[in-house]
């Protein structure tokens, strides 16, 4: 069975850095498309970022040189680097799995995590 | 990037009744869109994608349409448990795009 638990998130001052984790079972990770979506409190869904299993990575413009996205295959965990943190990415953070055959679809979720960027 | 735009916004609506809610691209996506339905507190879940394809497990009441740039869902007699906000999501390019979601409240 598939399944996902992100963890790491937490409060952070603006400018700040967080590592968030996303921890893979049922699965392999560097064999799959996986992506990383944010819901700001109370807002609709925003895409993040994706890392497909031949290693290309893809980010949303408002993230683009801040965050990294990585792969841990030894740990089948997934990572989201985050760097120069701004009141704007305060959202919860998901990571979602695509199926094999690599169509962008989000069929699997985790729980998603917390990230709070405030002084 | 292209632009994904839902309406209404909120419905309102009671048990039993028959729902359909609107998803637009602002270019063509082909059929390359994905419905989720999302909880409070809770991760979005996969109802349809690829427009009108039913993920394995969904109930039978909720169908998509369309193509190109307007999309359609449907549920056809709401049941308690699809009180909920609904996400379209197109998947023709990077980068993925949601719409702004379409909460359905008990009237």
């Known amino acids: 069975e598939v399944h996902l638990v992100e963890s790491g998130g937490g409060l952070v001052q603006p400018g700040g850095s967080l590592r968030l984790s996303c921890a893979a079972s049922?699965?392999?990770?560097?064999?799959?498309?996986i992506n990383w979506v944010r819901q700001a409190p109370g807002k609709g869904l925003e895409w993040v970022s994706v890392?497909?299993?031949?290693?290309?990575?893809h980010y949303a413009d408002s993230v683009k040189g801040r965050f990294t996205i990585s792969r841990d295959n030894s740990k089948n965990t997934l990572y989201l680097q985050m760097n120069r943190l701004r009141a704007e990415d305060t959202a919860v953070y998901y990571c979602a799995r695509a199926p094999e055959d690599g169509y962008a679809i989000l069929r699997y979720w985790g729980q998603g995590t917390l990230v709070t960027v405030s002084s | 990037d292209i632009q994904m735009t839902q309406s209404p916004s909120t419905v309102s609506a009671s048990v039993g009744d028959r729902v359909t809610f609107t998803c637009r691209a602002s270019q063509s996506i082909s059929n390359w869109l994905a419905w989720y339905q999302q909880k409070p507190d809770k991760a979005p879940k996969l109802l349809i994608y690829k427009a009108s394809t039913l993920e394995t497990g969904v109930p039978a009441r909720f169908s998509g349409s369309g193509s190109g740039t307007e999309f359609t869902l449907s549920v056809s007699s709401l049941q308690p448990d699809d009180f909920a906000t609904y996400f379209c999501q197109q998947y023709s390019a990077y980068p993925l795009t949601f719409g702004g979601g379409t909460k359905v409240e008990i009237k």
């Open positions: 049922g699965f392999i990770v560097s064999s799959n498309y």
């Open positions: 890392i497909w299993p031949g290693g290309s990575i």
